[in-house]
């Protein structure tokens, strides 16, 4: 053993924490997932866990990529760092009760298959206590409306990396108008040749740039949704 | 004109030679495939000028260097003609050029144009699984693909990002026994099927014809 290795569970709390922010943000799954058991072993609540040690880590990592010092490889190994300590954490969270902030439905429009962005997206919403649905890729408008009604959904989540197949947020924007659904629903988008502008024009009510922004949005969104409804 | 190694043309792109009254804006990785058209068919009157192909990596920083492009250029020439495609501008590049009233090859990218946009967009669907490369991109695929996904240092990343992927094709501008092997390794190693399709020039050929 090299004589400077760090013994993660000789480390206080505060300490392994920290320590788990680093090795979330150098992509060490293996460290991740015993971090997570060791802070549970220690009576950590899981939600705590999930965001103290790890949000809190992958929070770090999403700035820095979007201050261009990490590329989205070093994002994709934090990201399945994140994920493994994620999967230790979900059934307990589930038994626990943790706060559930609302209800996402995501997914892929139609002829694409990038799911890179999506995933991140889904991974920090679930992070940030929403339940969210992956519709996975390729999704065609009924389905995107098939799962918004059978989950009772709070938001709908797109995402497109082509050109060519980011104009079918619109189809499906346009058909919840038809069906005079679209108020019922928070619409995020994203994907690498999005802006602003095309959000707007296709009456999405944010484009979001990244994972980052998606989840903050979502919360605002969610917020304002509350007041509203306590409002009258 | 004298074309610029790859690996010029994808850090640092080319400048024009000053002759000729219309001038070609156009990615690094359209160099060879511009003044080859160019020489075979005594183009004299157009020039070109290319922006660093790795753009490619950051479609963002497109539209603002076509512009600048544009704008120190214009004076010294009759006419501008933009070869990009949409190349993930997502509009915003068309936008700009209709702005500065300059015109811009049609397409979504250059997989697109070398195909021909009404063949490409035809089986676009049928190919939603296809990871494509060109003849520059065959050439210089650990600079564009391989070493910018990472997969030099975590392989394991490889089917993240390829996971949903069921095949590349390989759009041959030349008959090239060499880059059809290369293309052949490079699906090799991204774990999809190998399709090589014979393009030419497409439309790009019949764009450049009009100028």
């Known amino acids: 053993m090299a004589e400077d290795e760090i013994i993660l569970s000789e480390l206080d709390d505060e300490e392994l924490v920290l320590q788990m922010h680093d090795d979330l943000y150098d992509g060490l799954k293996e460290e991740i997932e015993e971090g997570v058991r060791i802070l549970l072993d220690r009576g950590w609540a899981p939600y705590d866990v999930l965001t103290k040690a790890l949000v809190a880590g992958m929070t770090i990592v999403g700035a820095d990529f979007r201050d261009g010092i990490l590329f989205v490889p070093e994002v994709l190994l934090a990201a399945n760092a994140m994920k493994a300590g994620m999967a230790i954490l979900k059934p307990l969270l589930a038994e626990t009760g943790a706060p559930k902030v609302g209800k996402m439905v995501i997914g892929t429009v139609k002829g694409d298959i990038h799911d890179i962005g999506k995933n991140l997206v889904g991974m920090m919403m679930e992070g940030a206590g929403f339940e969210v649905v992956d519709l996975g890729i390729n999704n065609p408008v009924e389905k995107y409306i098939e799962a918004l009604e059978r989950e009772d959904a709070d938001i709908l989540g797109m995402s497109a990396l082509l050109t060519t197949t980011m104009p079918y947020m619109k189809v499906v924007i346009d058909t919840m108008k038809e069906k005079g659904m679209r108020e019922d629903f928070i619409v995020l988008v994203g994907g690498a040749p999005l802006n602003e502008e095309f959000g707007k024009a296709i009456g999405a009510d944010a484009y979001c740039r990244d994972a980052a922004v998606a989840v903050q949005t979502a919360k605002d969104f969610m917020s304002r949704k509350h007041n509203k409804l306590a409002a009258g | ?211």
């Open chain 2, 1 to 211: 004109m004298t074309l610029p190694d790859d690996r010029t043309l994808t850090e640092a792109g080319m400048a024009p030679a000053e002759k000729g009254r219309i001038l070609l804006i156009a990615c690094g990785a359209l160099a060879r495939e511009i003044l080859d058209l160019k020489a075979a068919n005594g183009w004299d009157h157009l020039d070109l000028t290319c922006l660093p192909a790795n753009y490619h990596l950051w479609p963002d920083r497109i539209t603002g260097a076509v512009v600048e492009t544009v704008e120190k250029h214009r004076d010294a020439y009759d006419g501008i003609f933009v070869v990009y495609a949409d190349c993930g501008t997502g509009g915003q590049l068309f936008e700009k050029c209709k702005e500065l009233g300059v015109e811009m090859i049609a397409g979504p990218h250059c997989y697109s144009f070398f195909e021909g946009n009404s063949a490409f967009a035809e089986h676009a669907e049928e190919e939603m699984g296809a990871f494509y490369l060109t003849d520059f991109l065959v050439r210089q695929f650990d600079a564009f693909v391989w070493k910018p996904m990472g997969l030099d240092r975590y392989p394991e990343l490889r089917d993240m990002y390829f996971g949903n992927y069921d095949r590349l094709v390989y759009q041959a501008q030349t008959d090239d026994p060499a880059l059809d092997a290369k293309a052949r390794d490079c699906a090799e190693r991204l774990g999809l099927a190998y399709v090589r399709r014979f393009t030419g020039y497409g439309d790009l050929k019949t764009a450049l014809a009009r100028l």
